[in-house]
């Protein structure tokens, strides 16, 4: 894994669900958790643009 930025509890959190994702045989189970991990990336992605346009002061696009 490349060295990151992540506190260490991001990191052990990280592991731990990386260790969850590896041991599980149940494609279908994959898929959710795949579902989910796109979801969350895409809603923490449309927070970032956000906000980031606020501290800019510019508008977010809609």
Partial sequence: ??????SLSREFTVAM???AIDACD??????EI???LLSAW???AMFSERYGAEL???RPRP
């Fill in 56 to 58: 800019l002061g510019l």
């Fill in 17 to 19: 669900h990386s260790r």
């Fill in 34 to 36: 795949a579902k989910t």
């Fill in 42 to 44: 895409q809603t923490q």
């Fill in 1 to 6: 894994m490349p060295e990151s930025s992540l």
């Fill in 26 to 31: 149940d494609i279908d189970e994959l898929r």
